[in-house]
């Protein structure tokens, strides 16, 4: 049994994501709880700024998707300490519809801006801590792996991701649109993927006032050099503040990094307008900033017009990419059903042999046994079965192996 348990933009406001967004630590534990209370066989959890997403599979097929489901659920909102309703804000899929989803989410048609590509290096990140944690079935790492082969195919026959696409890319084009002049004072805080990005467009769109600031302050000094930027130590920020145009920020930082009292207290000695992007989840800055005079707040969420415009010059691209992902899933799911029902049926070979006790080792028998058995392996290999014949595995499993 494959599922999915879905926090995401498309049903899910950003106050409530970032609360439900989970560190690399919060992911190692949840790989060792869910491990340790038994409640799946493999598990991959991927989390951004756009989604958090848990991925399982569980071998039991006496075991309903409800049960765990809402096993799954329970320890994740109780870990979080989230006391509302959950429900409302979640995206749940099974069997082939796992699938599918993984396959468009690297293709970039999950994505806010469609095609983006900073998802495939978010899905390898989070590949890599589910393999150091020993968390994945043999079908989720043969999944994970083959998604990324649907990213690669959907990007090359397509042009889902021609241009400049990525939640950095539309904050730059909306800080072009307020700010005509180049010269504007920025500091970008953050250094990581998002943080680079955002550098890179900003300096083609020939802004040239840049400052970064990073809590690693080599990781300041190495980008600055590359880039011909300026960098600062982050313990300035509130000091650089004062005479900056615009903000901008990207970290990991799970706390918030500059406070509404902060800019109370530099607005006492500033009339000039003050333009904050906060990229991140959780949120840099908080959201009451917007009540004090000439502070404009953007977050991802508000980036959604940009968003729009860019879904409407991709539509035909989308066509053409669901096409592919829909024959790359068909093939998936055949691999996957063939692989559950050769499994079982080795099984029952097994277990009949054990079961008729062939007479004194008979060779004869034997031999006889396994031609069938070989022809019937056979016969199976040639069928496409789908993942959805959970209910035959079931009665196969139930008259074989149970009952001899």
């Known amino acids: 049994m494959l599922g999915l348990i879905s926090i995401n933009y498309k049903t899910t406001p950003l106050e409530i994501r970032e609360k439900f967004f989970l560190s690399d630590s919060d992911q190692c534990y949840l790989y060792t709880k869910y491990r340790k ?7 991959y959890i991927i989390s951004t700024c756009n989604r958090t997403e848990i991925y399982f599979e569980v071998f039991d097929l006496n075991l309903s998707f409800e049960y765990v489901y809402h096993k799954m659920i329970s320890k994740l909102v109780k870990y979080k300490k989230f006391s509302e309703s959950i429900s409302p804000y979640i995206t749940v899929k099974n069997s082939k519809d796992v699938v599918s989803h993984i396959f468009s989410l690297a293709s970039g048609l999950e994505s806010m801006l469609i095609g983006e590509y900073q998802i495939v290096d978010q ?16 079908i989720l790492n043969r999944l994970i792996q083959k998604s990324l082969n649907a990213s690669k195919v959907v990007r090359t026959k397509t042009k889902i991701d021609k241009g400049a696409v990525s939640v950095s890319y539309a ?23 998002t943080g680079k990005l ?51 920020f990207s970290t990991s930082s799970t706390g918030k990094l500059i406070l ?8 006492k000695n500033r009339n000039k307008e003050l333009l904050i992007v906060d990229l991140s989840v959780p949120t840099n800055v908080p959201e009451d900033v917007v009540n004090i005079s000439n502070i404009k707040l953007v977050n991802v969420d508000d980036l959604k017009e940009e968003v729009n415009k860019n879904y409407k010059k991709r539509k035909d691209e989308i ?5 592919i992902i829909s024959k790359l899933t068909d093939d998936f799911d055949d691999w996957m059903a063939s692989k559950k029902m050769i499994e079982l049926i080795t099984n029952v ?25 070989n022809l019937i392996v056979k016969n199976i290999k040639s069928l496409k079965f789908s993942d959805k014949n959970n209910e035959t595995l079931k009665i196969i499993n139930a008259i074989f192996l149970n009952n001899g």
């Open 349 to 373: 070979k097994s277990t009949i042999n054990k079961k008729i006790k062939i007479n004194n080792n008979c060779k004869c028998c034997e031999n006889i046994f396994d031609e069938h058995f």
């Open 123 to 138: 899905i390898k990140k989070s590949y890599s801590l589910a393999v150091d944690n020993k968390s994945l079935s043999p």
């Open 37 to 43: 209370d038994k409640i799946v066989d493999g598990l």
């Open 319 to 323: 066509d053409i990419a669901c096409k």
């Open 171 to 193: 904050a730059v084009e909306r800080i072009s649109s307020l700010h005509k002049n180049k010269s504007v004072s920025i500091l970008n805080i953050g250094t990581g993927e």
């Open 260 to 267: 509404k009292k902060d800019l109370i207290k530099i607005f």
């Open 198 to 248: 955002t550098l890179d467009y900003l300096i083609k769109k020939k802004f040239k006032n840049i400052t970064i600031l990073n809590r690693t302050l080599k990781n300041s000094i190495n980008l600055s050099e590359k880039l011909d930027i300026n960098y600062d130590k982050f313990s300035n920020l509130i000091k650089l503040t004062k005479n900056a145009d615009i903000l901008i």
